[in-house]
């Protein structure tokens, strides 16, 4: 047969423009509509993004700086780094995270909003965010996004990732045998040895990391710089 299956990106941007748009808005919104599994992810997700936050404040460095948040979602983080200062361009596949991005920020000029696949983006920035989108991509497929990402990087990459070990696999293992309307798209673990082992083969070393765990949520935060 020459029937092509669907590409991860293009199975990934039709589900965040439909079903997936309904469901995350929601997580990384802040109303009461979410269920616990819900609500438990919309917790594990603003930790990570607090990290990030607490990164610039405890650095003092957020006013003027360029940040390029690549697969931006709803603003979660971009439009916060907005407010305090940071010169923000704010990009996603998904022309419906986007919008509803542009409708939460107070600034109708900062972020910037685009809608744009990330291996299209261009440009250089201090810092390149990319929080929580390998996980809708093969190991393959992130080990190219992270080199293009980090070509757009001045300074300094910040990227999570589902981590992958004995215990998340298992749990991933028992996950994708209750079915569910979140199965629209697959989840890829990454093994950190391996993302560290890209980040240092493009010039990059690890400053800082965190890692956040709440009951169905699980992000591994890493700030690689430029050696
Ligand atoms: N980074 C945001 C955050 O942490 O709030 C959103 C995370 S959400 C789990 C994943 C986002 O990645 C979705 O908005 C999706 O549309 C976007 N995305 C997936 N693949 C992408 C790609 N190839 N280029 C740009 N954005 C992408």
């Known amino acids: 047969s020459t029937k092509k299956s669907p590409k991860d990106k293009d199975i990934v941007r039709d589900y965040f423009n439909s079903t997936g748009f309904d469901r995350w808005r929601r ?18 997700h603003q930790q990570t993004v607090d990290y990030v936050l607490g990164w610039f404040k405890n650095d003092k460095n957020a006013v003027g700086h360029t940040i390029c948040d690549a697969g931006c979602g709803t603003g979660s983080l971009s439009i916060p780094l907005a407010e305090m200062g940071a010169k923000v361009y704010a990009s996603d596949i998904s022309e419906k995270m986007v919008g509803e991005g542009k409708s939460r920020a107070t600034d109708p000029e900062n972020p910037v909003f685009e809608v744009k ?5 261009s440009g250089e920035y201090d810092t390149v965010i990319c929080l929580d989108v390998l996980i809708h991509y093969p190991d393959q497929d992130s080990e190219a996004m992270i080199a293009h990402l980090a070509s757009l990087a001045k300074s300094r990459l910040i990227l999570s990732f589902a981590p992958k070990n004995p215990y998340y696999v298992l749990m991933k293992k028992v996950g994708d045998m209750v079915p569910g309307p979140s199965k629209a798209t697959r989840a890829y673990l990454h093994k950190e040895s391996d993302v560290r082992r890209v980040l240092e083969g493009l010039g990059f070393k690890i400053k800082r990391k965190e890692f956040t765990a709440t009951s169905f949520y699980f992000s591994r935060l890493l ?3 430029r050696n």
């Open 223 to 225: 700030e690689a710089v």
């Open 117 to 121: 696949d990330l291996a299209s983006l």
């Open 27 to 44: 997580i990384y919104g802040e109303g009461g509509d979410v269920n616990r599994v819900q609500l438990d992810i919309r917790t594990g």
